[in-house]
């Protein structure tokens, strides 16, 4: 039972276009969003956040839209970079209490020179 | 500044041995959490602790085991391997709530302990 869906495993984007990337969640309950960036080799590391008080936060290149009625929030990467190539988790986490986060399945974009 | 570090890098056991995986997360951080991510799958999780105490625990077996020391490092076990736990295990360090929540806390990853098992 996913309660984190990133329904597109790959995405290709040419260099200086914009990348968008999709997740979906099925638990109401969920009030903080996070997206995480994966290189090989390393561990994931923190892109951007948003609290479900919010339908946009932006940081620099990077923008996340939150719609909560339809439960699905996206990352806008613009102008994507060639180093932008990586493994893309979205998560989720209930705020209050000690909740886990919840990460998707990872979309995997290749920004093409 | 040193981030979360996790030893060792890789290893290959067989099925049916036992396998310590070490983490230290980052200097200040109480809380450490342990993540399995399986090839194809985002990470899941295993354990949460906070303070030496075990605050979460995910949908794993008993054969999965963790502890947290007082210099806040800490080990996750896994007993009886199995093939199915060939995987990527991932450590978390985070500096959470006065009282323990996960609140805001965001997650710094160490970059991880490949586990092999034939």
């Known amino acids: 039972d996913q309660q984190v869906k990133q329904n ?26 996070l997206w995480y960036k994966k290189y090989p080799a390393e561990g994931p590391t923190f892109l951007i956040s948003i609290s479900s008080i919010k339908d ?10 939150l719609n909560k009625s339809a439960k699905h929030l996206s990352l806008h990467i613009v102008p994507s970079q060639p180093g932008d190539s990586a493994v893309y988790f979205c998560a989720a986490r209930i ?3 000690n909740t886990p986060l919840v990460f998707g399945k990872g979309t995997r974009l290749s920004v093409i020179a | ?17 036992h396998v310590t995986l070490r983490c230290s997360p980052i200097s200040g951080h109480k809380s450490v959490s342990w993540y399995q991510q399986v090839l194809g ?4 999780f295993i354990f949460q602790y906070y ?3 075990e605050r979460g625990r995910g949908n794993f077996p008993d054969r999965f085991s963790a502890r947290q020391f007082p210099n ?10 199995l093939l199915g736990d060939s995987a990527l295990y991932l450590c978390a360090s985070s500096s959470p709530t006065l009282t323990g929540g996960m609140g805001d806390g965001e997650l710094f990853f160490g970059e991880g302990s490949r586990l092999t098992v034939l």
């Open chain 2, 1 to 17: 500044d040193a981030g979360v570090t996790q030893s060792p890098t890789h290893l290959i056991k067989t099925r049916g041995q």
């Open chain 1, 95 to 97: 705020r209050s209490g």
């Open chain 2, 72 to 81: 806040y490092s800490s080990e996750l076990n896994v007993n009886a391997l």
């Open chain 2, 51 to 53: 303070e030496k105490e």
């Open chain 1, 8 to 33: 597109s495993p790959s995405l290709s984007v040419q260099e200086g276009r914009i990348s968008i990337l999709n997740c979906d969640y099925t638990n109401s309950m969920f009030d903080y969003f």
């Open chain 2, 41 to 44: 799958q985002g990470p899941q």
């Open chain 1, 56 to 65: 946009k936060n932006e940081d620099g290149r990077f923008t996340v839209f």
